[in-house]
DNA sequence: GGGAAATGTGAGGAAACACTCGCATAATTT
DNA sequence: AAATTATGCGAGTGTTTCCTCACATTTCCC
C-alpha cells in the first residue's frame, strides 16, 4: 500500500453523460462493496470491478479509495436529513404530541432508507478528519430537534433545557430507531419498539 | 495478503510464566495500536513491535491478525459485564429508583473503562462471525436488566413488559452514556446527561 | 549438567494493495 | 472531417501485509 495522496477533493469533474453515469456506477458500487466486504475489504479493484469500469476510471474522479467512501458518506449523510427535513417541516401544529410521532416515525424512515449501508457507514469508518465531519450528521440532527423542542417550549416539562433535551432525544432515538432496524426485523415488533420510543421520550419531555 | 486462515482459536497454551507475559503483551500492545492506527492500520508488525515480541511470537499464540482481536473483545467484554454485575448484585434492597441510579451510574463507568479502545472495538471491527458474537455484549446485558426489572416489576407501570422494557434501557442507555463519556469530557456535563438519563428511564419505566 | 520441551527470532515468500501512465476510443467543436 | 477535448482502459510499479519456517535461546526436569 503505497502512500495515498491525502486530499478527498474530487479530481475532475464529469462533464458528458458518460462519465456521470461512470461516477454513479462508482458511488453504487462502493456502497454495494462497503456492504458485502466491510472497509477493510472495500478495495479500488473490487469496486471498479463492480461498477463495471476500469480502475483507471476510477481514480479519473477520485484521487484516492478514501475521497470516494467520503462522497459516498456525503449523500447518504444528505439522504438522512433531508428525510428528518421533510418530516418536521410544517408539523408543528400537529403540537408537541402529534411531532414526536412525526419525529420518530422519521427516525425509523431514516434507519430504513439503506439498513446495511447504514451500518458501515456509521459503523466502521476510520476517524480521518473528512470522514469524522461528514459523519456527525448526528450533531445536525441533534440542532433539527433542538428547533423543534424550542417550538414546542410551553408543553416541555419546566426544568427541561431544550439544547440537553435534544441530545438525549437525538441519541435514544437514532440508538432504539437503530436496533429496531437491525434486530428486529418483523414489523409488529418494530412497531411495538416504536410505541415504546413514543412512550419514553413523551413521558421524558413532558415528565 | 495472503489467505488468512479463519480459525481463530489461540494455537498454543502458554505454560510458562514467560509465555503468560508475552500474550499478555501482545493484548495490551493490539489495544494500543487500535486505538492509534484504527482497525485498518493495526498490523501483525506495528503490534508486534509495540509488544517488544518478534512477529513469530505473535503467531506462537494466534493463528491469525483476527484471532488476535477477538481474543481483546472478549477480554474488553468480560470486564463490561463485570462492571454491571458488581453494580446490581445486592442492590435489590434500594427498590426501582435506588437500582436505577446504580444500573446508570454502572453504564457511565462502563463506557469510561478504556472509552478510545470501547470505541474503537464496537465501531470499527468487520462483521466476522466471530467477533459480531464477542461482540454482543450489549445482548447479555440487556438480559442483566431485563432480570434487574423482574426484580422491581411490582413498581413498574401497568403496560410495561420487562423484555421490551429491557431493551429499551439498555440501548438509550448505552447510547446516552457513549455520547456523554465522548462528546461530553467536563465532569460537569456528565453529571446533567445521567441526571436526564435518570429522568428519561424512571420516567419510562414508572410512566 | 544434560536432554527435552517450551519459547523466541526475523528474514523472506507470496499475495494483495493503492495508484500511475501511456495509449485507445468516443464525443464535441470548428 | 479534422482537430480538440473528454473519457476509458489495464498492465505494471513499488509498497505493504500476513504469515511460515529453520534455527537460536531459555526454562524445566531428572
Redesign the interface.
Known amino acids: 500500500m503505497p502512500p495515498s495522496s491525502t486530499s478527498t477533493e474530487p479530481r475532475k469533474q464529469p462533464r458528458q453523460a458518460r462519465s456521470h453515469a461512470t461516477v454513479e456506477a462508482l458511488l453504487e458500487a462502493t456502497a454495494q462493496v462497503l456492504v458485502a466486504h466491510?472497509?477493510?475489504?472495500a478495495t479500488t479493484a473490487r469496486i471498479a470491478e463492480r461498477a463495471g469500469v476500469s480502475i483507471g476510471s476510477l481514480y479519473q474522479y477520485f484521487p484516492n479509495l478514501e475521497s470516494l467512501v467520503a462522497a459516498l458518506v456525503d449523500r447518504h449523510a444528505q439522504g438522512l436529513l433531508e428525510v428528518m427535513d421533510r418530516a418536521l417541516e410544517g408539523d408543528d401544529a400537529a403540537g408537541l404530541e402529534g411531532g414526536l410521532r412525526t419525529l420518530i416515525h422519521a427516525g425509523l424512515d431514516m434507519q430504513r432508507l439503506d439498513p446495511a449501508l447504514h451500518r458501515v457507514l456509521?459503523?466502521?469508518?476510520?476517524?480521518v478528519d473528512r470522514l469524522r465531519r461528514a459523519r456527525d450528521t448526528s450533531h445536525r440532527l441533534t440542532g433539527l430537534i433542538e428547533a423543534f423542542l424550542c417550538r414546542h417550549a410551553d408543553q416541555l416539562a419546566p426544568g427541561r433545557q431544550p439544547a440537553?433535551?435534544a441530545?438525549?432525544v437525538e441519541?435514544?432515538l437514532?440508538?432504539?430507531a437503530h436496533?429496531a432496524v437491525n434486530d428486529y426485523p418483523s414489523a409488529a415488533e418494530q412497531q411495538?419498539?416504536q410505541d415504546?420510543?413514543y412512550?419514553?421520550l413523551l413521558?421524558?419531555l413532558t415528565?
Open positions: 466491510d472497509y477493510k475489504g456509521m459503523e466502521q469508518l476510520p476517524n440537553l433535551a441530545v438525549v441519541t435514544s437514532e440508538a432504539v436496533r411495538r419498539l415504546e420510543l412512550d419514553l413521558n421524558y415528565s
